[in-house]
T-cell receptor, first 112, second 115 residues
Framework: ETGVTQTPRHLVMGMTNKKSLKCEQHLGHNAMYWYKQSAKKPLELMFVYSLEERVENNSVPSRFSPECPNSSHLFLHLHTLQPEDSALYLC???????????FGNGTRLTVT | KQEVTQIPAALSVPEGENLVLNCSFTDSAIYNLQWFRQDPGKGLTSLLLIQSSQREQTSGRLNASLDKSSGRSTLYIAASQPGDSATYLCAVRGAGGTSYGKLTFGQGTILTVHP
């Protein structure tokens, strides 16, 4: 079992749907992250939760809504998305401080 | 604003060759630099992390160096194998006073090692 687990692996949704991405980490970390990876672009940081408090919102549209109910779980709630939101969404975790990030395998999202 | 550039964008080599991947960054005020590997459709696997006070890190056939003052890092892969084929990503964490790991990524180098 990997340290960071993301579900679902693949998601296809219409522009009017509401769905959620889930991330769970089993590493005892206290910081969690959402990154977006689009084709031919570098990974972009979306949100950071440190000690269960949102500390970074990187100018992300409000149609993306994160939730961190505890230090092990992170959600990304999606509603009224656009086709350009199709991408690989990656969750990561780390220990607060100067430690490496550990990534999940991502959710491949397609918006039709 | 930190910018990270990786050269080359793609590299194809025969099995057994030693190779070097390059990463440069514009702001030398960093906490650390991390190299990742990404297989198609998968997440990122951390390969090496170099703290700003270090010059290099080694893991098996991989060696990463850091020259913070010039804003450069290299990833050296010895005796390449087909299983090394993947995208290699470089990411830097800025020394901006945050306690969490906000990383700036390069676009990656796509490596193909053919038998």
């Amino acid at each position: 079992e990997t340290g960071v687990t993301q579900t679902p692996r693949h998601l296809v949704m219409g522009m009017t749907n509401k769905k959620s991405l889930k991330c769970e980490q089993h590493l005892g970390h206290n910081a969690m992250y959402w990154y977006k990876q689009s084709a031919k672009k570098p990974l972009e940081l979306m949100f950071v939760y440190s000690l269960e408090e949102r500390v970074e919102n990187n100018s992300v549209p409000s149609r993306f809504s994160p939730e961190c109910p505890n230090s092990s779980h992170l959600f990304l709630h999606l509603h009224t998305l656009q086709p350009e939101d199709s991408a690989l969404y990656l969750c990561a975790s780390s220990q607060v401080g100067n430690s490496p990030l550990h990534f999940g395998n991502g959710t491949r999202l397609t918006v039709t | 604003k930190q910018e990270v550039t990786q050269i080359p964008a793609a590299l194809s080599v025969p099995e057994g060759e030693n190779l070097v991947l390059n990463c440069s960054f514009t702001d030398s005020a960093i906490y650390n630099l991390q190299w990742f590997r990404q297989d198609p459709g998968k997440g990122l696997t951390s390969l090496l992390l170099i703290q700003s006070s270090q010059r290099e890190q080694t893991s098996g056939r991989l060696n990463a160096s850091l020259d913070k003052s010039s804003g450069r890092s290299t990833l050296y892969i010895a005796a390449s194998q087909p299983g090394d084929s993947a995208t290699y990503l470089c990411a830097v964490r800025g020394a901006g006073g945050t306690s969490y790991g906000k990383l700036t990524f390069g676009q990656g180098t796509i490596l193909t090692v053919h038998p």
